[in-house]
């Protein structure tokens, strides 16, 4: 078992993102081990990063803020993948039929973000300080805007506001499709039954399609 490590107290601005970014290393670390597990421990995750607990609050205020720092990340490495993803198409991906699949499939190569977001509203915004959650939905609003500007200059005939009304839609539906698309074990067994076809979903598939929907009836406005 492992014991705290006695550190000094972290006194620059680099010592102590340092040891934040310890804090979050290590939260990823437990998550991808116990993919199940929806909620985060401190007593667990001061044991795992060889803190005292008492050094974690000085970095988190709570497990939901480590949670929310790590899907602020989590939007920032997608974003930095989708305008990848989106260039790589060169002219040919410039219709929203490519832009929906690119940006379901990156979306879907992210199973934290997507296991994060779908707890968003539930779990992660319950027990935050105001400030903390000002802080995260800007953080949230910037990658909206950007992606909505990537998109925007894939299908320039389309508004930004448009596609920002997309990707604000898109949030709703990673929360839902995402745990319908991993149903608990007895569900899954359900739903594999004969004439129970159609309970059934594909995180990907359906979230492409959903996509596409909304920018085609964007389109049509």
């Known amino acids: 078992m492992n014991s705290p490590i006695s550190y000094v107290r972290a006194r620059s601005a680099e010592q102590k993102e340092e040891r934040r970014r310890h804090l979050l290393a290590t939260a990823r670390e437990m998550l ?5 597990v929806l909620e985060l421990g401190i007593n667990e995750l001061a044991r795992q990063a060889q803190m005292t ?6 970095y988190f205020e709570s497990s939901e803020a480590v949670l929310m720092d790590l899907l602020v990340e989590e939007y920032a490495g997608w974003h930095a993948e989708l305008s990848a993803a989106l260039a790589r198409g060169g002219k040919a991906g410039s219709s929203v039929e490519h832009i929906a699949r690119v940006f ?7 199973p934290l973000l997507c296991r994060l977001t779908s707890i968003l509203p539930s779990i992660i915004e319950r027990k935050v300080s105001l400030e903390r959650m000002v802080d995260f939905k800007r953080s949230l609003l910037a990658v909206r805007q950007r992606a909505a ?17 997309v990707v604000k839609h898109a949030l709703p539906l990673i929360i839902g499709l995402w745990p319908l698309s991993n149903p608990a074990e007895i569900a899954a067994q359900v739903i594999e039954l004969p004439g129970l076809e159609g309970l059934r979903y594909d995180f990907e598939q359906d979230l492409e399609h959903a996509l596409l929907t909304l920018m085609r009836g964007m389109a049509q406005s």
């Open 32 to 36: 991808r081990q116990s993919p199940a």
């Open 53 to 58: 607990k008492s050094n974690v609050y000085r």
């Open 149 to 165: 500007q990537d998109f925007h200059a894939r299908v320039p005939n389309m508004p930004v506001r448009a596609f920002e009304q």
């Open 104 to 110: 379901a499939s990156t979306i879907c190569a992210r």
